[in-house]
């Protein structure tokens, strides 16, 4: 395995929005957060730990230059985030690794022994998402996602916002 190129995106696992974003951006420089309250993850696009999933999420974005700073916090429903949560409070989740072919880089994962979490479309499809299980290198998470070109405008123009406030 050569590796799934480079990170885009640090994740945390919040209970409250406001408190994390306060702390990133006096830490990171992370302003102009953009809030998406209440993601819905049907059973019929996401699955945690291969059964299907419904949940919500409310998600918040902004940037620390050219990486994408995302925080997840569990609203409804059983999800790798909710159980992260659970079991070991507000904290880094994540990073993500943007890959141009989600299906050859699940499989690249999986032959090395790499077992998927969580898997599924968001955005009206617009971005496909696999999270693997990397604790045993003492990392929570990797995140691989393909995003097609119209949500990369919707997140170049959330850059554009944290970059002019």
């Avoid at 994540?94 to 090395?112: K, S």
């Avoid at 496909?128 to 405008?153: C, I, K, N």
């Amino acid at each position: 395995m050569t590796g799934f190129g480079p990170v885009t995106q640090l994740a945390w696992v919040t209970d409250d929005l406001d408190a994390t974003e306060q702390v990133l951006g006096a830490t990171l420089g992370a302003t102009g957060w953009t809030r998406m309250p209440e993601i819905h993850f049907g059973p019929e696009s996401c699955t945690f730990r291969d059964r299907p999933a419904d949940f919500t999420a409310d998600i918040s974005l902004s940037y620390a230059g050219d990486l994408q700073l995302e925080l997840i916090r569990p609203v409804t429903g059983a999800s790798l985030y909710a159980e992260f949560l659970a079991e070991r409070g507000p904290g880094l989740h994540h990073v993500c690794c943007e890959v141009p072919d989600l299906d050859t880089a699940v499989e690249q994962a999986r032959g090395t022994g790499l077992r998927v979490v969580q898997e599924g479309t968001m955005a009206d499809g617009l971005m496909r998402f696999a999270y693997l299980d990397t604790s045993a290198a003492g990392a929570s998470y990797v995140e691989l996602a393909q995003v097609a070109p119209d949500l990369r405008a919707l997140f170049a123009d959330v850059r554009e916002r944290a970059q002019g406030s």
